[in-house]
């Protein structure tokens, strides 16, 4: 094409389309605007149809008078900070007034035990590594916590520790009412040192034996929210903590009437009298082992009862005024008499290689051959099955088969006794409320996992030991909310069925059992456990940009994928189970 003689004119790109029949051609030109004897002259400079449309933009740009630096000049990303997790979390104290909950009045030891607590659940550490892990993730600039020590972070825990009652308190006035069924249940964790007051040998639950440990009650309203935590000694018996408990639920919280639902563990005689003592407060719980086998020799407890049923109501003198419901769970009969079985042959292959032993001579004598023997009935806890016959040349062994037949027979029966009526509370209803203490070793069992890490504890003070579980307390508070909302995405069952039989299994709904098997959500997502969803939040961050080589820096948040996205938006609109 021959080129005009002055250059001279404004250029433009043209895009252009013409359509014949069903299709449609595009063409794409550089042009040129110019005057010739006083008329609007264009002129046609180049073809650009065959380049990407990128570069055709930039084109387009380069002639409005845009300038562009090449990607790695234009900005750059001075830091990316792991934000998803820290949002979700955030944003679920906020929903619940977490803040307002710890204090009324904004503060600087408010902020770094709200910093804590939102640590604990997004990467549980000791202090000194959450001073390190705050600036990890977004959660220090978005609490203004930036730059705190280990010294920081222990005074706001005495801070907390001093408003404990009062933040109980709100969470009881928040959660619990007259008439309210309460769990309460006592677990210990392992203590690391010896210098704590606190820290007793007792019996561990963690089967760390021979490590001091300290012992904790919770209590927890129906749907399992923790209401209040109490640290006790090591050494104390599981009994001793209840009083304590009841006194707290009539005088700190002024509940009128009240129901107590606590393990078989706690009610002694004097405990049970306390109960019974305390005006307004109804309680469920169950008989030990010892209490049914008595029964059973007695009569009161008839066998025959469950031929074509699986629960009972009864009553029996040794308990005046109180009801018994007797149930029997065939499924924890089974487990049991497969249980006993494996035990018992366990015992006797090692009873019969001590008597193949003192067969050939090479053990002898009585007290050596009980020395071998004790361990032996010992290790599975079977020696009251079996009739031991020692003397210095000789050893042999029979089971009690009459004993074991007897035992067996009440293998998956257990009693819940209350002092309800049976206006205040159906058998059915009274069922079903004891086995609500699983809500409790639930909570339990997120303060020991990877969720929250209550333990190992290192404190040495004892009001850091009780600031410390306190802390976990308010994080699983925060983090059981969070597992609410997130239960679309989670394997957590979403609508759990009410079975008619209250003794039965429990069973998970359609939807859960088909979770489970896809690995799919009912919208087609990746289903999660709560840790996972919360490291695939944390893959989403915050970037600090730095454009070209200016002083100014912005902060962009990347796309959060499809996943990120619904997860925060549960957290933000899902209704709270409250």
Sequence with gaps: ??????????????????RHGEREY?????RRSYREGGKV???????????????????????????????GKAFQIERSLP???????????????????????????????????????????SKLATVRSLGSSTLAEELNVSGVDEDDLYAALDWL????????????????????????????????????????????????????QVIYGLLCDRPGRPIAVEVFSGQLHDDATLPAQIGKLKQRFHLKSVVVVADRGMVT??????????????????????????????????????????LAEITAEDYPG??????????????????????????????????DRVQKGTLTGSDEIGLAVGPAVKRYRMRKHFDLQITDQSFAFKTKTEQINSEAALDGIYILRTGLTEDELSASEVVRSYKGLEQAERAFKTFKGPELQIRPIHHHLEHR???????????????????????????????????????????????AQRKAQTKRTTIGEPCHSYKSLLSELATLTRNTIRLGHADATFQKLAQPTRLQAHALELVEHAPLNT
């Design 1 to 18: 094409m021959p080129r005009r003689q002055n250059p001279s004119g404004a250029m433009h790109v043209v895009t252009n389309r013409v």
């Design 26 to 30: 595009t063409s794409t030109l550089l």
């Design 41 to 71: 002259r264009k002129e046609t400079l180049a073809n650009l149809s065959h380049l990407p449309p990128e570069a055709i933009e930039l084109v387009r740009g380069a002639l409005r008078g845009e300038s562009y630096l090449p990607v």
């Design 83 to 125: 934000a998803g997790h820290v949002m979700a979390a955030l944003s679920m104290a906020r929903r619940l007034d977490l803040a307002r909950l710890l204090d009324r009045s904004p503060s600087r030891e408010r902020d770094l035990v709200m910093a804590m607590i939102c640590e604990r659940v997004i990467a549980p550490a």
């Design 161 to 212: 520790l001093d408003r404990q009652e009062r933040i109980e308190d709100r969470l009881a006035r928040r959660h619990l009412s007259d008439g309210e069924l309460v769990l309460y249940d006592v677990s210990s964790s392992y203590f690391e040192g010896h210098a704590c007051p606190l820290a007793k040998l007792g019996y561990s639950r963690d089967g760390k034996r021979g490590t001091p």
């Design 269 to 310: 005689k004097a405990n049970m009298q306390t109960l019974k003592d305390s005006e307004g407060v109804g309680w469920i719980t169950a008989l030990k082992a010892p209490q049914i086998k008595k029964l059973a020799r007695d009569g009161t407890l008839q066998l025959s009862l469950f031929d074509e049923q699986n």
């Design 322 to 355: 109180e009801r018994l419901i007797v149930c029997r769970n065939p499924l924890v009969a089974a487990e049991r008499t497969r249980k006993r079985r494996e035990l018992l042959a366990a015992t006797e292959r090692e009873l019969q290689q001590i008597a």
């Design 465 to 511: 030991v009780r600031a410390h579980i306190f802390l976990c307390m308010l994080a699983y508070y925060l983090t059981w909310h969070l597992k609410g909302v997130w239960a679309p995405l989670l394997f957590k069952d979403e609508h759990p069925p009410t079975g008619t039989d209250p003794v039965a299994k429990a069973t998970r709904s359609t939807g």
